[in-house]
């Protein structure tokens, strides 16, 4: 099935610079595009996106300016409406965004912010991470966190006891999506992000090992 992506810029040449990269990197992928708050809520069947990808400054239609505050709404509302989406959010002042952090940390689909003035190749990992379902914030924003027990647990009942997702939701008695997303928030505290021709399960077990998490 071809990998469906909603693009919202305001930027004409951003937007058609992001779809053609989009295209070239995903050959047969739907790229659709919104330039406004507005746009990108009026488009049918957004649940079927895969993944989105907006700015931060935006307006609220054509007849209004750009703001951050405006694409935060956005944001807060794909947060709040799609719980699983897939969101990339491209900005250069993505520091607005721990305003919404709590959001952001119950969100159950990829949640990823690039860097605009980064280059594609960082553009298009840090998509990879979203489809993979990563949470990956920028630095300013990332607390210094604890493990919570749950994910604790995960790791344990993972690599002590050989166990898989299913299995670990049927001990933890949630939702194999509830492990899913355990997963991710582990691997945002561990730091590890999806690199090519390396296991990321393998990964988090030798740094929670490294860091005396499990034995």
């Known amino acids: 099935m071809a990998l469906k992506i909603l693009l919202v810029d305001d930027h004409a040449s951003i937007l ?8 070239q990197h995903y050959p ?18 957004i649940e079927t996106f895969d993944l989105v990808v907006l700015d931060l ?18 944001v807060l509302w ?7 989406m897939n969101i990339v959010v491209q900005s250069a002042y993505s520091r ?17 912010v690039s860097d605009k003035s980064q280059s ?4 298009l990992e840090k998509v990879e991470w979203a489809l993979n379902g990563c949470t990956y914030l920028s630095q300013e924003m990332r607390p210094v966190s604890e ?42 505290f561990l730091n590890i992000f999806p690199e090519e021709g390396k296991n990321i399960r393998i990964q988090a077990f030798l740094r929670a090992r490294d860091l005396g998490l499990i034995e």
Not at 16 to 23: E, F, Q, V
Not at 28 to 45: H, L, N, R
Not at 78 to 84: G, I, N, V, W
């Open 16 to 23: 058609a610079g992001t779809k053609h990269i989009l295209s």
């Open 28 to 45: 047969g992928a739907k790229i659709s595009t919104a330039t406004t708050y507005k746009s990108a809520q009026d488009i049918e069947q």
């Open 57 to 74: 400054s935006i307006p609220v239609d054509d007849e209004n300016p750009s703001t951050t505050g405006t694409g935060l709404q956005l």
């Open 78 to 84: 794909f947060l709040r409406t799609y719980p699983s």
């Open 96 to 112: 607005s965004l721990t305003r919404i952090r709590s959001f952001i940390e119950k969100h159950q689909g990829g949640f990823v």
């Open 120 to 123: 594609f190749s960082h553009f």
């Open 147 to 188: 493990l919570k027990p749950e994910w604790l647990e995960v790791l344990k009942l993972a690599f002590q006891e050989g166990l898989q997702d299913q299995a670990i939701a049927e001990k933890l008695n949630v939702s194999t999506r509830t492990v899913r997303h355990y997963w991710s928030k582990i691997q945002d």
